[in-house]
């Protein structure tokens, strides 16, 4: 088992959690031991999120990458405005991206039930994440091709989607196995239902938020 997966963690610190505008609100437990797996990701999905919500600013890196740091459910509590919590559903495949309606900033995205306890968590979401981070280092960039811009730097990581899935399966494996699938905040009632309903974007939208090519990563 690698190391950083160990399950023995405690947590030692919590991260403070907001919105632009603070009327969502909420805190992060995160362990010294744990190496919170942190990504980049420049897929066309992701890119069409930050961008159909305008928070390119404060989401996107110099290639439109978003940092994304990957959770049990556990971890995650929203103590203030959860009536303010929307999800998109963009492509009718699985994944539902919550956002706040009071200000259109991005949380981050999760799978489309309850049953899968994994939560994966825009670091622009935290309010905290400046250097010294919290959280691990990054362990790769996904879906580099997408990239708007060149990355700096001689060698960029990359990860395979197929490798960071494997890493999101485990987590929610382990989440089971220490009871901490639960609580969770986008489905209070466990199961399927969400705390909001998905909605969808109209064609006007998702031509806009996709560019001109408007596909999802699944080619729809
Ligand atoms: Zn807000
Ligand atoms: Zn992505």
Same mark, same amino acid.
């Given at each position: 088992m690698p190391t950083e997966y160990s399950a023995q963690a405690q947590p030692v610190a919590d991260v403070n959690l907001s919105c632009s505008c603070g009327a969502v609100q909420g805190t992060l437990t995160v362990s010294r031991r744990a190496s919170v797996p942190r990504y980049v990701c420049y897929c066309t999905d992701c890119q069409a999120f930050v961008r159909h919500l305008r928070a390119n600013e404060l989401? /996107?890196?110099?290639?439109s990458g978003s940092e994304v740091i990957h959770l049990e459910p556990a971890a995650l509590k929203i103590s203030?405005?959860?009536?303010?919590l929307r999800c998109l559903d963009l492509c009718g495949r699985g994944t539902l991206r919550w956002y706040t309606v009071c200000c259109s900033t991005p949380i981050g995205s999760t799978l489309s039930s309850g049953g899968f306890p994994f939560v994966s968590l825009l670091? =622009? /979401? %935290? %309010?905290? =994440? #400046?250097?010294?981070?919290?959280f691990g280092e990054v362990r790769g960039r996904v879906g580099i091709r997408n990239a708007t811009a060149l990355l700096p730097g001689e060698k960029v990581k990359t990860v395979t989607a197929f490798r960071m899935l494997f890493g999101v399966a485990w987590i929610m494996v382990r989440a089971r196995l220490f009871g901490r699938h639960k609580p969770f905040v986008f489905f209070p009632e466990g199961g399927s239902r969400p705390i909001a309903s998905p909605g969808r974007l109209t064609k006007h939208q998702r031509a806009t938020a996709y560019g001109? #090519?408007?596909?999802c990563c699944n080619g729809t």
């Open positions: 989401v /996107f890196d110099q290639a203030k405005g959860l009536e303010h670091t =622009s /979401f %935290c %309010c905290e =994440s #400046s250097e010294p981070t919290p001109l #090519s408007g596909r």
